[in-house]
Structure formats: C-alpha cells, structure tokens
C-alpha cells in the first residue's frame, strides 16, 4: 500500500483526462472532490485489493 501525495493525486486527474478523452466529466470537478476530500482529513493511497480490509471504501480516479 502507497500513499499518494497531492501531486500524484493531480497527476492522475490530470492523466485520466486526457486518456478519457473528455468522457470523465470536468476536471474543475475532479479538483472540487481532491479538495474537499483533503479538508475532511482523508488520504489517498494505492493498494492491491488483498491488502484492503473488507470494510473498506474504494474508488477509481476520475468518475471512471
């Protein structure tokens, strides 16, 4: 398990964006949900699923 920092966080926005092609909604909003969910005391980490515990919350980066 790795936490993200914040530029690895943009740099993911930033890279499903452009891989999505627009499809993924607006990045001013992907931007809007890193920031409130940074104001909340939240972090982003990458894991393998087998590392997860069974209650935990997940999502892909970018509406994807």
């Known amino acids: 398990m790795r936490e993200l ?3 690895d966080v943009l ?4 890279g ?3 891989l999505g092609t627009g499809g993924g ?3 001013e909003e992907g931007l809007e949900y890193i ?3 940074e104001t909340a005391g939240k972090r ?3 894991a393998d699923v ?3 515990p069974d209650d935990a919350m997940v999502c892909t980066p ?3």
């Open 25 to 27: 909604g607006d990045i």
């Open 16 to 18: 499903s964006a452009i």
């Open 35 to 37: 920031d409130a969910a």
């Open 5 to 7: 920092s914040r530029q």
């Open 11 to 14: 740099d993911m926005l930033a």
């Open 50 to 52: 087998d590392e997860l």
């Open 44 to 46: 982003f980490v990458m």
């Open 62 to 64: 970018y509406l994807l």
